[in-house]
């Protein structure tokens, strides 16, 4: 049997009932926009990460964006973030006509190397977004005296991080605003797009919450011009069910990249990391290798399917041409991108997968 990166068909067999319950009560409250599931998963939801606010939209970019906004980067202004992740980070800068500056990682955790992020600080600068990439936090807290000495925020890109914990905060509440996304393979996903953006800046929540609705406070009534990035009721029903579960996952999850770790443990491959600050929920299990291409083309050959996250750099990609970067500028980045392979993890991936997985993998390695 082929063992996919991630299987969403077990775990919906696993909470079907209840997702079904919920998604009735939707349709039979015919109450599609904004309606009370929406508010009720903002609360939960908040109440998860240990902030007083959240604002659900209908992505993790548009929380991204709308982050931005409520900081008020505007045109011409530098934002710091990093150049392995995926672009939704990026082109959120972009929106806002602000410039993107990368910094490159940190070789242990992936995540921005916070020892780089000082010199990359100029008049401009306006904000940082960590990334707490693959669901390692970033370490926070040299980011937070930055950017106090630098009058920046901090913008938290907690898209691959739900429930993470830095020296026991749950991400998303440790900078000034966070935000999540719920596409269907995150570890809280939706049946189809979705995200949230927390913060305990009540200002800054009542910003997102007037762009997420066309600027409006009540209808027909536009404050200012805004967005339609309203989260759906139904994903906010589905995402309800799948809150209650989402610590015993996590805790799952841990449980997998441990056994992965004993049994890849001197086979040639490097596993992931973990500092000692960090919970590490493993939304992705990334291993380092050098043949990382035929690795993966064995696996795929014997039904096993990893993925890449990421196969080439943001500040390499055409589209970014314009930035005016070369190869050579974020070394880590480069070579990292070389070598990264995922491999398949999520809760209801049994023991017996992984024997096979890491059997395979060490078969390949001779």
């Known amino acids: 049997m082929a063992i ?22 939707v349709f039979g409250e015919a109450s599609f926009i904004l309606g009370p599931e929406v508010s009720s998963f903002e609360e939960e939801f908040a109440q998860f990460c240990s902030t007083k606010y959240c604002v659900g939209v209908n992505s993790g970019t548009s929380a991204l964006h709308l982050a931005l906004l409520a900081c008020d980067i505007k045109e011409e202004d530098e934002v710091i973030t990093v150049p392995n992740t995926f672009i939704a980070t990026t082109e ?38 960590p990334v707490h990439l693959y669901g390692h936090p970033v370490d926070m807290d040299p980011i937070l005296e930055i950017a106090k000495r630098y009058n920046l925020k901090v913008i ?5 991080a739900h429930g993470a914990e830095y020296r026991g905060r749950r991400v998303g509440g440790i900078g000034d605003i966070g935000c999540f996304s719920f596409y269907p393979g995150k570890n809280l996903g939706a049946y189809g797009d979705g995200g949230a953006v927390t913060t305990n800046n009540e200002e800054m929540a009542e910003r997102v919450r007037l762009l997420r609705t066309h600027g409006a406070q009540e209808k027909y009534t536009h404050l200012i011009e805004g967005y339609n990035y309203r989260l759906d009721t139904l994903q906010a029903a589905i995402l309800r069910v799948k809150l209650k579960h989402l610590n015993e996952w996590n805790e799952t999850r841990r449980k997998h990249a441990e056994f992965y770790n004993e049994l890849l443990r001197n086979i040639g491959v490097a596993s992931p990391y973990c500092a000692d600050y960090a919970q590490h ?10 043949d990382r291409d035929g690795l993966k083309k064995f696996l795929e050959s014997n039904g096993v399917f990893p993925g890449i996250h990421y196969p080439l750099p943001l500040h390499l990609q055409p589209g970014y041409k314009r930035l005016g970067h070369k190869e050579g500028d974020f070394p880590i980045s480069e070579e990292y991108a070389q070598k990264i392979l995922s491999l398949p993890m999520f809760p209801e991936l049994r023991k017996e997968e992984i024997k096979e997985i890491t059997s395979l993998i060490q078969r390949y390695k001779g």
């Open 281 to 290: 929920v493993y939304h992705l299990y990334v291993i380092r290798t050098n």
């Open 156 to 160: 938290e890109d907690a898209c691959q």
């Open 4 to 25: 996919p990166l991630v299987d969403l068909k077990r775990q919906y067999e696993v909470i079907k009932d209840e997702v079904l319950e919920n998604i009735g009560k």
């Open 92 to 129: 959120t800068i972009s929106y806002c006509g602000a410039k993107i500056k990368f910094v490159d990682i940190d070789p242990k955790t992936y995540n921005i190397d916070v020892s780089k992020i000082k010199e990359n600080v100029t008049e401009k600068t306006k904000a940082i977004i």
